[in-house]
């Protein structure tokens, strides 16, 4: 079992910048593929961007594509989400997650897939 724990969100205002944080302890951590995901009040769970187990390959929604990072460092057991040129709609809880995976260059991008998660860390775009 891996726990997992997010840090670095905030309140920040529009074109701003943030770096979420995800500190990850128990097992092995380059054993897990990495995901952040977010929900907005009334809306659905959404992928945000996940990284493989080796951190060579990415995945990022559409939403997010050049604006976003995600980024791991298996010495450390984290996985970062620098968020850049943020917009109000990018307010959300944003959690991160881990699924146990077999192959060190697949992303997942499905909720469903992910075997872990952390508690979520608020971020709020004022515009």
């Known amino acids: 079992q891996v726990q997992l724990v997010e840090s670095g969100g905030g309140l920040v205002q529009a074109g701003g910048s943030l770096r979420l944080s995800c500190a990850a302890s128990?097992?092995?951590?380059?054993?897990?593929?990495m995901g952040w995901f977010r929900q907005a009040p009334g809306k659905e769970r959404e992928a945000v961007a996940a990284?493989?187990?080796?951190?060579?390959?990415?995945y990022y929604a559409n939403s997010v594509k050049g604006r976003f990072t995600i980024s791991r460092d298996n010495a450390k057991n984290a996985v970062y989400l620098q968020m850049n040129s943020l917009k109000a709609e990018d307010t959300a809880v944003y959690y991160c997650?881990?699924?146990?995976?077999?192959?060190?260059?697949?992303?997942?991008?499905?909720?469903?897939?992910?075997?872990?998660w952390g508690q979520g860390t608020q971020v709020t775009v004022s515009s």
């Open positions: 997650a881990a699924k146990t995976s077999t192959f060190y260059t697949l992303t997942y991008s499905r909720g469903f897939e992910y075997d872990y």
């Open positions: 128990g097992r092995t951590f380059s054993n897990y593929a």
């Open positions: 990284i493989s187990r080796s951190g060579s390959s990415t």
